[in-house]
């Protein structure tokens, strides 16, 4: 059984800051890619950043000069620092993470409750 629980959501002003942080917990072997989804009001889930095992980081364009994510592979952590927010950055944030839960197993993906980010203009 795998567990991720996500802090640091809140609200902020427009052209400030927030940290989410995502831990993994439970059953794991090994942690391949993690990452951040996030879902804004009426719009679909949309990828934000995703960073692998190794620590290549990729972002959406929209966050790309303003976000940056990291990992601990020792705590099973990613974490996820927003500056320069704005209010299109609105929206319930994902951690998510594919997970083997043993040696030579498949990874699986598993993801977090959410945690709400709101930008106030």
């Known amino acids: 059984q795998v567990q991720l629980v996500e802090s640091g959501g809140g609200l902020v002003q427009a052209g400030g800051s927030l940290r989410l942080s995502c831990a993994a917990s439970?059953?794991?072997?090994?942690?391949?890619?993690m990452g951040w989804y996030r879902r804004a009001p009426g719009k679909q889930r949309e990828l934000v950043a995703t960073?692998?095992?190794?620590?290549?980081?990729n972002y959406a364009d929209s966050v790309k000069v303003r976000f940056t994510i990291s990992r601990d592979n020792a705590k099973n952590t990613v974490t996820l620092q927003m500056n320069s927010l704005k209010p299109e950055d609105t929206g319930v944030y994902y951690c998510?993470?594919?997970?083997?839960?043993?040696?030579?197993?498949?990874?699986?993906?598993?993801w977090g409750q959410g945690t709400q980010v709101t930008v106030s203009s």
């Open positions: 998510h993470a594919a997970v083997a839960r043993q040696y030579a197993g498949s990874y699986y993906n598993h």
């Open positions: 439970g059953s794991i072997f090994s942690i391949n890619t």
């Open positions: 960073i692998t095992s190794g620590s290549s980081a």
